[in-house]
C-alpha cells in the first residue's frame, strides 16, 4: 500500500491498484489501536462506499498495515466515533 498526502493506494486480491481518499483517521485508546476510514476517489461519501480498517503506522509513521475490525465491540466504538464525525460535519 501507498499512500500520498490523504490519499492511500489499495492494492485488491487481484492486484488492482485502487485510489482511496481519506477522510478521518482517529486512535481508540480502550484497543489501543489507530484507525482510518477511507472511500474509492471519484464517489460521493455514500456510506456504502466506506470503509474502515484498523493500521499499524509505519516507520514514518504514516497509514501501514491495513487490519479488519473483527470484534463487535471495538466496531460499536469505531462506529460511534465517525458517526459524530460525519454528523459534526453536516452542521
Do not use: C, R
Amino acid at each position: 500500500m501507498e499512500m500520498e498526502e490523504n490519499m492511500i493506494t489499495i492494492i485488491d486480491e487481484e492486484g488492482n491498484e485502487q485510489l482511496h481518499e481519506i477522510l478521518l483517521t482517529f486512535e481508540l485508546d480502550d484497543y489501543d489501536k489507530q484507525y482510518v476510514v477511507f472511500a474509492p476517489v471519484g464517489t460521493d461519501d455514500d456510506e456504502d462506499l466506506i470503509h474502515v480498517a484498523s493500521y499499524i503506522p509505519d516507520e514514518s509513521g504514516e497509514v501501514g498495515t491495513l487490519n479488519d475490525i473483527e470484534d463487535d465491540e471495538e466496531w460499536a466504538m469505531v462506529e460511534e466515533v465517525i458517526n459524530t464525525f460525519f454528523e459534526d460535519e453536516e452542521e
